[in-house]
């Protein structure tokens, strides 16, 4: 055995052989994969292993896309079958949200070039005869849909590694992961150690095992899954061809042709868990008894659906184990906390998405960063706050709504409440309904009372509507107090601050203490990793301010310039909470309860100072991110209750009061701001986004500096422009496809929202070749929607509230 290699793959399942596939393809060849059994030993070889490439995630249709693409182009690389069936894929509609999703999924797929259409329903019975088609409303049918073989692809992807110079050693397993000195690792085996640069934990169900040799944890669990198969049925034996697979997602079922017969898998309601304190070692080729009775109600829908079904004997059942992670998405990147230590963990969808895994690893590994915006898939989206108790209420959920529209803005209750700041009590009092942010209980608008405390969901405006409009005109009006303890905060404090931050960050620095500024973070290609308020507080300690989700997303790039001598860096999230307190009156109200002059030649925009209000000290920031006059202040956590009590008591007489998230989103989209995760990724250029201006190009080396400045000089690929839609009783959400009148595509919607102080829908989008005052159109619910792109905000678009 090798005793060293550039990278290790722990897992020879269909993943883990993807990314040591793709490795060898992007120029790594001296990489070896563990394997501790016979390749596919864990979930892989029992799957159904149907491909499907459409997903509500833009991102992830794309890569799903590419993984569709591939089975046949590996079987010709390596002259293995990968037992590729792609007679297409019929996709159902049963009710309105259904006919909703699948027509803005259709509106992507034009936009991106995949082929996934509506059909008629007399198209649909020649596709496929034996499906009643009673009581549906819409039929989409996907050209490429299928299935393969989950044992070909696997060893499809380990033949074309093994071909470019991989090693595959299997019944292998790894005992240890031990980090050394230097960041490489040493791997255990009993067959000898191997020294690696990179360690690519891809170990499927056993996924939390290996991780725990590294001293992680992975929010992971295993469930059971059954699918069965029929006997040959004479109607399929008949036919000369095969049928489409049936995505009948109402049902919660899938079903395809599997030889003469049908398949049929489902998730059910009253699911069962399997091996939730740990994956057996010496689990293998093995699968549970079968309980058909657990799935009856689902199999019962897809008789009704496919009456031949009735008729058919059962000739097999399989039920194995799948692991999932919270959000039924992957566990994906390497991990922050350790160096050179990379996941790909808790895949559902395996075979539909390996490809796209084994390439964005392979980037992300070789490259420093995909090339894909892949926060959906992103680890660092959970933080260790996410225990097991968590993982197992909302996996319970996932499991049990596997097919369920995710609607915008949707909340799902399991497992909560988790984490909650001293003021969730009385805000629940004012009538919050709640969204989970990073773990944490966030406001997202306030009704009437708690009673009342309860959102309805779906893609068209929904019961939040009109109280959130209620609050964005009380703050554009009066002024509005909004909970932004979800901020990421860290300070930075000793002699080496200003350089470590002029060397992380692409803006120079404040130069005195009080002053604040805006600085975007560079990423490994040129794009925006983060955009930070950087505030000055005193000649050595900075307070730095960026998107609460993505803290652990940021701690990557933090890690990547070293701290100097003497000086600290501390996360301060947990530790203060803070609240936006902005809108025309909001200078009066916050003057009641200080001695601090907050006039603005005394207290400018962008200015910072430690003051002290109702008796809490505060770091006051004047900046708001809805555009209007007000401050920021960071508080303590333990003083966030009584900061809180004076605000709302002093609020009364200004007629203002408490200000949900979803307000805040509204608002700041009538002034075009761009937030991080939508507006800024590192997809993106800064100069497509407009923030090239805030990059200093003459103050030296900062992180990325040089991606930077190989691109600094292209012109924007599209550009970041506002839009008013025409909408009806549906405004944009994001991911919306643009197009121009005559059909043909030019942008997409990053975020949108209805401007409730300008009465306009309104969309920020990325745009190609379209300028101000042209007409397009954006696909809500599918569907074209006529939009004007603004020349300017149409809320104070001289930025004169701001500075009043
Ligand atoms: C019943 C069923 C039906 C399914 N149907 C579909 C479907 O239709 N479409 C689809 O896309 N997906 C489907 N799936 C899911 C699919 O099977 C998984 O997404 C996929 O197999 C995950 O692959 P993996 O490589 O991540 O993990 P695994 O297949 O679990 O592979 C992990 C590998 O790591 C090895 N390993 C573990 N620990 C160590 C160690 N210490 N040292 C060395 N090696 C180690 C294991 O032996 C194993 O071979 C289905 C799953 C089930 C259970």
Redesign the pocket.
């Known amino acids: 055995m090798k005793s060293h290699a550039q990278a290790v793959v722990?897992?020879?399942?269909?993943?883990?052989c993807s990314i040591l596939y793709h490795l060898t393809k992007l120029g790594w060849t001296d990489v070896v994969m563990?394997?501790?059994?016979e390749?596919?030993?864990?979930?892989?070889w029992?799957?159904?292993?149907?491909?499907h490439g459409l997903h509500d995630s833009t991102n992830i249709s794309r890569l799903q896309h590419y993984t569709m693409g591939l089975y046949k182009e590996l079987e010709q690389e390596t002259g293995q079958g990968c037992g590729v069936f792609q007679p297409g894929s019929l996709y159902l509609a049963q009710t309105e949200e259904r006919e909703h999703q699948l027509r803005l999924q259709e509106a992507k797929a034009r936009y991106y070039g995949m082929n996934f259409h509506e059909i008629s329903r007399d198209e649909a019975e020649r596709l496929h005869p034996l499906v009643n088609y009673d009581g549906i409303r819409c039929i989409m049918f996907e050209l490429d849909g299928g299935n393969v073989d989950p044992s070909g692809v696997t060893m499809a992807y380990a033949a074309g590694a093994r071909a470019n110079g991989a090693e595959i050693y299997r019944f292998?397993?790894?005992t240890a992961t031990i980090q050394q000195s230097d960041g490489t690792w040493l791997v255990e085996t009993p067959k000898g150690n191997i020294r690696t640069e990179w360690l690519v934990n891809?170990?499927?169900?056993?996924g939390r095992?290996?991780a725990t040799m590294a001293g992680i944890e992975l929010p992971l669990i295993p469930t059971e899954?059954?699918?069965f198969v029929t006997e040959s049925i004479p109607e399929l034996e008949a036919l000369d061809r095969r049928l489409p697979s049936v995505a009948d997602r109402d049902g919660e079922y899938y079903l395809r042709q599997e030889v003469q017969g049908l398949l049929v898998?489902a998730y059910e309601k009253d699911m069962k868990f399997w091996a939730e304190d740990g994956t057996p070692q010496g689990f293998g080729h093995e699968l549970f008894p079968d309980d058909l009775e657990r799935i009856e109600v689902n199999m019962m829908r897809a008789i009704e659906r496919v009456p031949a079904l009735e008729r058919a004997g059962i000739k097999r059942v399989?039920n194995?184990?799948?692991i999932w992670s919270p959000d039924s998405a992957a566990l994906f990147g390497p991990v922050p906390e350790l160096s050179n230590y990379f996941c790909c963990n808790g895949?559902?969808?395996?075979?539909?998405q390996s490809g796209g895994l084994g390439l964005l690893s392979a980037q992300w590994i070789i490259e420093g960063e995909p090339k894909l915006d892949m926060f959906a898939w992103d680890l660092a989206r959970y933080g260790a706050w996410a225990g097991k108790d968590f993982t197992r209420e909302r996996v319970r959920d996932q499991y049990a709504h596997r097919f369920k529209i995710h609607f915008p803005n949707e909340e799902r209750e399991a497992g909560r409440p988790l984490r909650t700041r001293p003021v969730y009590e009385l805000q629940k009092s004012l009538g919050a309904v709640f969204g989970l942010n990073f773990g944490w209980e966030h406001p997202l608008w306030y009704a009437g009372s708690p009673q009342q405390a309860e959102e309805t969901v779906g893609f068209t405006r929904q019961n939040w509507f009109d109280p959130v409009g209620a609050e964005c005109r009380r703050l554009r009006q009066h002024a509005g107090i909004i909970d932004i303890s979800n901020f990421a905060k860290y300070s930075v404090k000793g002699a080496g601050a200003e350089d470590w931050l002029n060397t992380l960050f692409a803006n120079r620095m404040p130069q005195s203490a009080g002053r604040s500024c805006l600085t975007p973070l560079i990423g490994k290609r040129g794009g925006i990793a983060g955009d930070f308020t950087v505030t000055r507080l005193t000649e050595d300690e900075f307070l730095v301010i960026g998107s609460g989700m993505a803290e652990r997303y940021h701690q990557r790039y933090f890690n990547a310039v070293p701290l100097p001598a003497g000086t600290t860096f501390r996360s301060m999230t947990e530790a203060m909470c803070g609240f936006n307190v902005a809108g025309p009156k909001s200078r009066e109200l916050l003057q009641r309860l200080t001695n601090a002059n907050l006039s603005t030649p005394a207290f400018p925009f962008m200015r910072s100072q430690r003051i002290e209000l109702a008796g809490v000290e505060v770091v006051a920031l004047r900046v708001s991110f809805t555009g209007d006059l007000g401050w920021e202040l960071h508080c303590a956590t333990e003083d966030q209750l009584t900061l809180y009590q004076a605000l709302l008591q002093a609020g009364k007489d200004f007629d203002t009061g408490p200000v949900g998230s979803r307000a805040l989103m509204s608002l700041r989209v009538e002034k075009g701001y761009g937030s991080w995760g939508r507006e800024y990724s590192p997809e993106y250029w800064p100069q497509e986004v407009g923030l090239d201006r805030l990059i200093k190009m003459d103050k030296g080396d900062f992180l990325n500096r040089s991606a930077y400045e190989a691109l600094a000089g292209n012109k924007p690929r599209e550009r970041l422009v506002l839009i008013d839609v025409q909408a009806g009783n549906a405004d944009a959400t994001g991911g919306e496809p643009i197009f121009q009148p005559d059909g043909t595509p030019v942008g997409r919607v990053s975020s949108g929202s209805y401007g409730y102080t300008v009465e306009k829908s309104l969309a920020l989008g990325y745009v190609k070749d379209v300028s101000a005052g042209q007409e397009v159109s954006v696909a809500i619910l599918g569907r074209p929607h006529k939009a004007i792109v603004l020349a300017e905000p149409p809320f104070d678009p001289k930025g004169e509230r701001l500075r009043q």
């Open positions: 722990i897992g020879g399942g269909v993943v883990g563990l394997e501790r059994d390749l596919t030993s864990g979930s892989t029992h799957a159904a292993a149907n491909i292998t397993p790894v891809a170990a499927g169900l056993w095992e290996v899954h059954q699918y898998g399989i194995g184990p799948m895949i559902i969808p395996g075979f539909s």
